[in-house]
């Protein structure tokens, strides 16, 4: 059974840094696009940045020049760096992937989320 085990969320302090762990358990054949949403009190999930195997980026508007998705393949694992984190930058924060189990079945992953806080 593929799983995806998040850490690094935490309280911290307008403007501090934090940085998120995505990591990919079980048998798999490989990893295509990863993905951070996050779910505020009271709102939609959205989605904040996605990263391809190919290391391809976007993000969301509200994060550009803050925060920096990337990932590490032979680690199976997903980063994401926020700096100057704002007090509307607290979430529960979720990790996606689409992951190839074997020659053709590919399955579309979350992880159980972490919970980000940013104090003013």
């Known amino acids: 059974q593929v799983q995806l085990v998040e850490s690094g969320g935490g309280l911290v302090q307008a403007g501090g840094s934090l940085r998120l762990s995505c990591t990919v358990s079980?048998?798999?054949?490989?990893?295509?696009?990863m993905g951070w949403y996050r779910q505020a009190p009271g709102k939609q999930r959205e989605l904040v940045a996605t990263i391809t195997s190919t290391s391809r980026t976007t993000y969301r508007d509200s994060v550009k020049g803050r925060f920096t998705i990337s990932r590490d393949n032979a680690k199976k694992t997903m980063y994401l760096q926020m700096n100057s984190l704002q007090p509307e930058d607290t979430a529960v924060y979720y990790c996606?992937?689409?992951?190839?189990?074997?020659?053709?079945?590919?399955?579309?992953?979350w992880g159980q989320g972490t919970l980000v806080t940013v104090s003013s």
């Open positions: 996606n992937a689409a992951v190839r189990t074997s020659y053709d079945t590919y399955v579309n992953v």
């Open positions: 079980g048998s798999i054949f490989s990893i295509n696009t």
